[in-house]
């Protein structure tokens, strides 16, 4: 069991905003693209339709949308943000980081601000290193962006992938609190998954300036959906197991569980080795697709309304390294 030490600060959730583009690709549009159905699709990921960023838009874009949307919702002050950290896979370009151009677009110019990519553990990831800076007492105001406009690097062609991807943005404020926050994550990566889940093109490896390496063709997801899926259900479902037993809890005891978006049929799977209580798993698949990073705050974000203060929340993903991890905290908002 983790120790709660007498006076331990807490970082804790404050505030959640959202932003998905305008733009929606049905499975009907996608009947149109290649040899697939609605039904199909609606059967084997429970996904309908998913949201696509203008292509004058960038990732920055989405994030800085999500990030007004909860300053304006919880009354918040930028001017009081001591670090933004940014979980994607698709920044706005090598460098300068995501992060510096959101906070520029926001008017933020002194703010400590980097990116982190673990794929769709992403928000995980993040969620837990701003969590840490909030605990040593010295970060007051954190905000942690999961954010990705993947649609860029899907072959609208490939039908083992253009099901699944949409773009979209969420994000969380974090502050200090002693009464209660986030309780525990537990984080892991094992780069023998990468040959599973990648876009290798674009990178050092195959520079796209290069073009002997078929750089071009390479700029595409690719997966092997069933290696993939069968790793995500079970390295969820072992991370949700030592999150709960190292806290001496029972899956009774969580209110939600907000697992990666990527399937539907991964989020039963999932519930079902975890014995979780019917309705208890949240899902906003069915219109939005796998966001990547921004799946699970996105998830929380449409699903406020269910959640009340003190409920006890854990949050699992799964992603490209692959990645992956569990995460607990109590929601204080
Ligand atoms: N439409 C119609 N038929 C299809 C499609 C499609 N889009 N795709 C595959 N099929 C066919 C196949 O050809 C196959 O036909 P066959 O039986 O005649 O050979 C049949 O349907 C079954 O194909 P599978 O590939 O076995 O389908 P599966 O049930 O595994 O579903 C899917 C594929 C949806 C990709 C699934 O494997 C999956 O979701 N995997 C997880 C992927 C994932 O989560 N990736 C993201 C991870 S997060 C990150 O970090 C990016």
Partial sequence: MIEILPNKLFAAITGIGGYIPQNKRSNEDLEKLVDTSNEWIVKRTGIKERRILDQDLATSDMAVRAIQNLIQKYNKNLADVDALIVATSTPDMPMPATANIIAQKLGMTN??????????????YALDMGASLVETGRYKNVLIVGADNISTYVDVYDRSTNILFGDGAGVVWLEPSNEGGIMDAYLRSNGDGREYLHIEGGGTQYPMSDDNNN???????????????????????DACQTVLKRNNLTINDVNWLVPHQANQRIIDAVGRALDIPEGRALSN??????????T???????????????????LTAFGAGFSWGASLFKWMI
């Avoid at 703010?111 to 995980?124: P, Q």
């Avoid at 698949?285 to 921004?294: D, K, P, R, S, V």
């Fill in 111 to 124: 703010v400590w601000a980097f990116d982190m990519n673990a794929a769709c553990s992403g928000f995980l």
């Fill in 215 to 237: 750089a071009l063709e390479k700029r595409y997801l690719k997966q092997d959906g069933k290696t993939v899926f069968k790793h995500a259900v079970q390295s969820m479902t």
């Fill in 285 to 294: 698949i069915e219109y939005l697709g796998n966001t990547i990073a921004a």
């Fill in 296 to 314: 699970i705050p996105l998830c929380i974000w449409e699903n406020i309304k269910q959640i009340k203060t003190g409920d006890l929340v854990m």
